[in-house]
C-alpha cells in the first residue's frame, strides 16, 4: 500500500514528481483565482524543502512532525511576505513576489545548514506515496469546498473586481493575507514532500524556469478552476512521455500554447469545457428575460427620519487640483438627497469619497453613529457601517448567476443566506431570473441586481451614482420605484443624476456642486429656479 | 448555473487524469531483449544542456569499448547487450530511464554526468540492488555500495595546484562560480595541492558576464596565478576580461578539469598560456589507436569525456567477465567485481588513462595538464 | 583609496547596464502597466542580431547598432501586437499581459538556443577599439568608459523626453488613463506601439554592447539581467526613468563594494538584502512616481 503508485510503473517518479507539482500548482491558484497577482510559491516551496529537511536531517525530528512542520512555516513566511507587500498591487505585486522568491534562493546558497550550492544528501525517504496523494486529495477538497462556500464567493468577487468586493465590507487585505498563509502551506508541503521522495535537494531546481512550468501548468488547465491544475499538469509533464521526440521541442510548445491560451482560451482547458458544457445545458431550457420591477411591500411613507449620514468638510486633492473643497452634506432616514451639477463639478468623487474609494484630505461627520475620520478610504469598513452603493459603469461578476452576485452583498453573519437572497429577489422583481448569469442580462436589469446587492447588506445609505444612465424610460421608471421601495423602508439615498427634471419630481432635497464647492441646496423647487445655479448650467453648457 | 458544470468537471478531472496517465504508461516500457544476455543500461544525456559536452561523446566512447570487447566476451560465451535511455539531462527523465532499465532487467547502469541525476538514482539504485556507475560531481548517497562514482574531480585537480608551485607561484588567487557545486568542490581539491592555500578567493555566479569588481580585488592582492574553477566558457571570458583591463600579463592562468573547448571559442587568443588538468588529452600516451578507432567510427575527435567513456566501457566489460567467472552476472556481484576490475589486466590492456574505482564508490584518476594549441584544439601541455 | 576609486568606477559600469536594461523595461512597465518579460528576450535578440552582422558581415560594431536597434524595437512592436495588444481590454488584462509575455520569452529565447545551437558565442575580436585606458589610479577600458555615456547620456535623454516633449505627454496621458486619452483623441495603439519601439531599441543597444563589452552571445543573456533590473526597479522606483538609473547605479555599486570590502560571496546577500529592505520599508523605491489611485 505504501508504493501504490508503482502502478504506474517506470512512470512512477515522473507522477510522485508530478503530484507533489500539482500541489504547488494548487498553491498558485489559490492567489490567482482570487486576482491575486502574486507568484512567491517557488521561494515557499524552497522554505518547506529546506524547513523539512533541516528539522529531520539535523535535529532529529520524526519526518512525520517535520514535514507539517515545515508546511506551517511556509505558511507563517506566506503571512509575513503578505503583511510585507500589503501596499503593493498588480505587477508591482507580482515583481515583488518574484524577488522574494530570488531572495530565498540567495539566502539559502548563503545560510548555514542548507548545504549551500552542494545542496543536501542522505534526506530520509520514507515519505510514501500515501502521504503524496493524501495531501493532493486533502488540499483538493479543501478547495473545492473552499470555492462552494461563502468564501469562494468573496474569492471571485476579489478577482472579479477588487474595489467592488471592499464595497461589499470585504477585507480584501486580511483574506488576501490569509490566502498568502493558505499558499505557503500548500508550497511548503509539497516542497517537504519532494524534499523526501527524492531523498535530496538540488537548490538550483528553485528559479524562475520552475515557476513559468508552474505559471503554464495553471494557465494552460484553468487558471480558476481547481481541477485546472491536473489537466495542466497532464499536459505539461504528460505530453513528453507519451510523444516520443517531442523533448526537444517540448519548451517551444509549451510557449506556444501558453501564448496561445491566454489569446483564445483565457479559462484555460477546462474553461473553453465548462462553457460547452453550459451551453448544451442551456439549449434544454427557454431563454428568460428580465421581469418587471415589482414595488416592495407597500408600508406608508415614513417621512423623513434622523440624520443617517452627516459629513462636514470633505476634501478631496488630486495632483493640486480641488476635487472636492469642503463639502458639507447630510442626508436623513427615509430621505433622497439628490446631487447635480455640471460634468467635473465632483459628483462621482464625493460618492467615492463617501464610499472609501478615494481618501479625503480631510473632513468629519458620521454615519449611523459612527465617526467618519475612523472609516475615510477604508470601503470595507465603510459598508459594514452601514454605505452602500452603485457604480457609474456597473460592477457585477458577469459569469456568476444573479442569485450569487445579490448573495455578495449580505454580510457574512446573516444565516440562511440562500433563503434571504431569494426573498429579496422576489422583492425585487429579479426571482425569475436568478439562475442567468449577470453578464447575459440587459442593462436596466443589471443595475437592479446591482441595487438588490446594495440592498442586501440592509444598509443605513444608499450612494447611487447615475443609476439610469444610458436607460430606456421604462427601465429608468423601474430603477426609480425600486429606490423609492428602498426609501419607504427608512433608507437615506444619495442619488447623483443628469436627469434634472426627473431630479425635480423624485428627490427630497437638491444639493448642487460646482468645481468642488455646494453651490446651493435646499428643496427642488427652490434650488433649480436659482439665478446661480441656472448661471452654472448655462455657463458650462450643460442643463439637460 | 456557470458553476454546476464545473463542479462536474472537477469531479471527473482526477479519476480521468489517473485514467488517461494508466492507459499512457501502462503499455510503454522497453521489452527485455534477448533474455540470456546481460542488459547494460547506458543512462545517458542525449538531449538537454548536458547532451553536447558529456551525454553524446561519453555515449560514443562506451560503445566504442564494448563493441572491441566483442571478442573477449565470446571467449567467455558472455552475450550482452546495451539498452539505451535519455536521460534528458533532467532528475525526473533520469529516473524514469533508470526505471525502464530496471524493468529490462539491466544488473549495472551507468549515467554519464550531472550530480542531481546521479542523487536521485543512486538511493534507488541502492534499493533495487543494481549497481550504478555515475560521472557526478557530488557525493552519493550510498548505503549498500552499489553507487560508484568515475570523476575524480581531486586528484587531476590537486596536482594543479602542485603544478602551480612547481611553476614559481607564489601567491594563488581562485575565481569560484560558487552556485555550482562542482565548481566550489572543484576549487577547494585545488587549494589542497596548494602548501600555503589560497591567497585570494573570489566568488561569482554562473550566470555573471562583468568581473571587473572581482578582478580589481586580485590585483589588489596581487596574485601571481589565478585559477578559473568556472564554467568554460566564463573561464574564456574571464581571460579575456583579464588581458582588456590589464594588470595580468605574468600571471599563470589555471583551470580545472572542467575546461573544455568552449573556453577556446570563447577567449581565442587570450588563452594561449592557460593550462589545466584534464582526465584525458588528444596525443596522451597509448591513445593514438583510440583516436584513430573513434575517428573512424564517428567521424570526429575524442574528447575527454569520450575517453571517460571508453575507460568505463572496459572496466565495465571487465567486471562482466569477472562476475561471470565467479558466477552469476547481478548487481551485487559486479558491485563485488567494480572495483578489482578497474584496475584489471583486461582494462590495463586496452587502457587509454588512469582511472581507479575504490570499494567506497569513489574515484582515483591522475589525469594530465593540458593547453590549447592554436588551432583551438586539446593538447597536452609542454612543461 | 585607489582601491575604492575603482571598485566605484566598477560599479558604475555594472550599474549603467543595469539601469539600461531596466529603463527600457521600466519604460513599458509605467506607461502601460504591462510585466513584459519578453524584454529579456528582445535584449538576447539584440546581441544575437548584432553578433550575426559583426560575423558574417564583419561589420564593426558602431555600424550595427542602428540595425540592432531598428531590429530589436520592431521585434518589441511584433510583440506588443501579438502578445499584448488584444488582452488590454481584459479584466485580468494585467496578469493575461504578464503570462502571455512569459509564454514569448520561452519562444524567443527557445528559438535562440536552437540557432546558437546551446553555445556560448563571443563577439568578434576588432569590432570595437577596446584598450585599457588608466585614469590616474583607475583602469577603465575605452568600451566600458563608452557604455557608461552612452547609457547615462540616453536615460537622461529618455528623461527630458517624457517630461518636454509632445511624444512624452501622450504617453504619459496614455499612462493615466487609456480611455480618457482615446478619449482626448490619442491614438492609443500608435502610442503603445512606439513605447515597445523605443523600449525594444534601448535593449538592443544594450545588449549589443554588453555583449561586446563581457564577451558574452548567448540565448540566456537577457533571462540573466531580469531579476536584477528587477531589483533595480524596486529600490529606484517603479516606473520612473530616473529611478531606473538611480536604482541600477545603487546596485551596481553596492554589489562591487561587497565583493571589494566584504567578501564577494556576499555580493547577492548585499544586493538582495537592499531589495527586501526597500520592499518592507519603502516599497514605493527611491523615487515615488505615481500613488495607486483606484479608478472608478
Redesign the interface.
Known sequence: MDDFLSLFGVYDFAVRDALVLVLVSLALYVLLSAGIFAVPQVGLMAIGSYGSAILSVDMGVPVALAVPAAAVIAGAVGVLLAALVARLNGIYLAIASIAFSEVVRVAVLNVPLTGGSQGKVGISREVTDLWICGAVLLATVALVWLRRSRHGLVISAMRVDTLMAQHQGINVVRVRTLLFGLSGLLSGTAGALQAHTAGFIDPGQFNFDLLTKLLAVVVIGGMTFVGGSFVGALVIFGLPFTLEGFAEYQVLVNGLIIVLVVAFAPGGILGVLSRLLARLRRSDAPGEAGSPVVPGPGDAPAGIGPVALDADDVRVTFGGVHALDGVRLTVGQGEVLGVIGPNGSGKTTLINALSGAYTPSSGTGAVDGVPLALLWGRPHLLARAGIARTFQTIRLMDDKSVAANVALGFPPQVPRRSEATRELLVRMGLDQISGVPAGELPYGVRRQVEIARALARNPRVLLLDEPTAGMSPTEREGVFTAVDAARRHGLAVVLVEHDVAMMRRFCDRLMVLDFGRVLAEGSPDDVLDSKEVIDAYIGSGALA | MSMKPTRRLSRLIVPGAIGVLLAATGCAGPSAGDSDAVQVGLLANLSGPAATSFGVPFQHGFELALQQAKAAFDDADVKVEIQTQDAKSEVTSAVTGYNKLRQAGAPIVINDSQSPLGQAVAPLANDDKIAFLSGAGSELENKDGFAFRFTDLGTPTTAMGQYLTEHGAKRVGVIVASDNPSFATLADTTEKGLPGGFDSRQEVASTDTDFSAVLANLRDDDVDAVVLSVLPAQAGNLMLQMDQSGGFDHVIRAGTVAISSETYTVAEDAADDFVFPQVWAPGMQGGSSFEKAYADKYDESPTAYSALGYQVGWTVAAAILAADEDGDVDGASLRDAIPAASTSDLVAEHSILSLELTKDGAAVSEGVMASFADDGSMQVASN | MD?WL??TV??I??GS?YALYASGFGLV?ASL???HVAHAAVFTWGAVVAWDLTTRLGWPLVATLPVVMLAAGLLNVAAYF??IR??LK???A???A???S??????LV??AHHLL??????MP?GVFP?S?L?LGPV???T??ATMVVVSIGLIALLAWGMAHTQAGREVRTVAADRETASLLGINVDRVSAGVFFASGALAGLAAAM?AT????V?A??G??Y??IA??A??VGG?GSVAGALAGGLLIGVA??YA??YL???????VV?AL??GF??VR?TGLFHTRS???R?
Do not use: K, W
Not at chain 3, 512569459?102 to 519562444?107: F, S, T
Open positions: 582601491f575603482q571598485q566598477n560599479g559600469v555594472l547596464v512597465m502597466r504591462i510585466f501579438l502578445l488584444h488582452l481584459r479584466q485580468d494585467e496578469l493575461a504578464f503570462i502571455s512569459m509564454g514569448g520569452l520561452i519562444i527557445e528559438v545551437d546551446g553555445a556560448v558565442e563571443r575580436a577596446v585599457p588608466e583602469r577603465i577600458t568600451l566600458h554588453v563589452a563581457f564577451n558574452v548567448s540566456d543573456l533571462s540573466g531580469l531579476v528587477l531589483a526597479m524596486v517603479f554589489s562591487t565583493t571589494g567578501d564577494s560571496s556576499y555580493r547577492d546577500l538582495f531589495l527586501l520592499l518592507v516599497p495607486e489611485l483606484a472608478v
